[in-house]
């Protein structure tokens, strides 16, 4: 058994939050949204329930592997604040069809490809 900072703890829990989120919203975008929004919307809101689905998941394998790679638990961290910023942000434009928060998705991109880079320097350089 792993055993897990109170902290990993916590980012845990809100990568596991995120995801239950991004399937239940990724549903609720093909059973709920389809046929009510424009079809930009749309595939703009799903393809925001993916990311965040595939990161939260990314999110969790970091924190298993935090206790061999330090960098794995700052790229959790990053890729989660990324799914905050990429998914939420094409969520609200795929329900409110406003474009206010369109301008967070490439922050939250950007979130993700930290994240990545972290994990590439982590396995590169060990401990």
């Known amino acids: 058994m ?3 900072s109170h902290t990993s703890r916590r980012l845990g829990a809100l990568a596991a939050f995120f995801g239950f989120l991004c399937v239940a919203g990724g549903a609720f975008g093909a059973h709920g949204l389809s046929g009510k929004i424009p079809d930009g919307d749309l595939a703009a809101f799903s393809t925001g329930m993916r990311y965040g689905l595939v990161h939260s998941l990314a999110s969790l394998v970091c ?4 206790r061999d790679l330090k960098a794995s638990s700052i790229a959790a961290l ?3 604040i990324g799914v905050f910023l990429f998914s ?10 406003s474009r ?6 490439p ?4 979130c993700f490809l930290i994240g990545w880079g972290l ?7 060990g401990k």
Do not use: N, P, Q
């Open 88 to 97: 939420g942000s094409l969520a609200f434009l795929g329900l409110s069809g």
């Open 119 to 125: 994990l590439i320097y982590g396995f590169l350089k």
């Open 63 to 66: 924190l298993l592997a935090a």
């Open 100 to 105: 206010a928060l369109v301008l967070l998705t």
């Open 2 to 4: 792993i055993e897990l």
């Open 78 to 80: 990053v890729f989660l």
């Open 107 to 110: 922050l939250g991109g950007l």
